[in-house]
């Protein structure tokens, strides 16, 4: 399976939870503590995006180990970012191992990961891959399963869809085609942020002004959260206060709130 973190809110450096923290994604790439049967080592490439100054995503990908790359610190370093997306790849036998398959996926307005497995694949959820135009299709990163769910929830979110309404949703139809996948989703734009907990560790916190979602947690920093099998994360910043709130909230029941930070 895979790692991947994100956060939400005043613009900050991702070097210190993507290098820096003691338990950064970097060394999670190599000595992960929960992968719950999912695999060792991430050594299947990486990428780092977050949203520029002109408001639109940069991209860092490649298809190599993360702690291989020496350049990484140093163009990160200087990085400001209100959103930002990382993760490291293990990928699924079969699929491809190169930097196209690595996340985050990317548009003018979303950043996208996905840390799990479609059960199945590709013949598993064929029926709903039918249901996109056959342009996005030839245009898909890579044949992979998760290149797929981010061509599903792009559509959505491009046809005006919730953005939670729309994770939700695809998390739903994808464990309903495919049962016992693993569905570990991450959506970022600009003001929101949107994490799943579907067979995946996934834990949350405070990071001063803003919001860290992570598969593990970073640091020894207290106010770490671990996010219940079956709820998703949904971070917000205030177009009024320019604060950032977070709420945790199921997708097994009827959505409802459950706690609010």
Not at 40 to 46: H, I, K, P
Not at 92 to 105: I, R
């Amino acid at each position: 399976m895979c790692r991947h973190l994100a956060y939400l809110g005043p613009s900050v450096s991702p070097a210190e939870p993507v290098s820096h923290a003691p338990h950064s994604l970097t060394v999670q790439s190599y000595a992960p503590k929960d992968m719950r049967g999912g695999g060792t080592v991430n050594a299947d490439g990486f990428g780092v995006g977050w949203f520029a100054e002109d408001g639109y995503p940069t991209r860092y990908r490649r298809s190599g180990p993360i702690w291989t790359d020496a350049a990484l610190d140093r163009l990160l370093q200087p990085v400001r970012a209100g959103a930002f997306l990382a993760a490291v790849r293990s990928a699924t036998v079969g699929m491809p191992v190169s930097e196209s398959a690595c996340a985050p996926f990317a548009d003018d307005d979303w950043l996208f990961s996905h840390n799990g497995v479609v059960l199945g694949w590709p013949e598993s959820v064929a029926g709903l891959a039918a249901d996109v135009p056959v342009v996005d299709l030839l245009r898909l990163d890579a044949p992979t399963d998760s290149a797929l769910l981010w061509a599903l929830l792009r559509r959505a979110l491009r046809g005006g869809a919730d953005p939670v309404a729309a994770v939700t949703g695809l998390v739903r139809t994808v464990a309903a085609a495919a049962p016992g996948s693993r569905l570990n989703l991450l959506l970022v734009g600009r003001t929101v942020l949107v994490a799943t907990a579907w067979s995946h560790a996934l834990s949350v916190r405070r990071h001063g002004d803003g919001v860290l979602v992570a598969s593990e947690p970073c640091d020894d920093e207290p106010g770490w959260q671990p996010v219940a099998e079956g709820d998703l994360v949904v971070a917000r910043v205030s177009e009024n206060s320019r604060a950032t709130t977070y709420e945790i909230e199921s997708m097994v029941e009827p959505l409802g709130e459950r706690s609010r930070v």
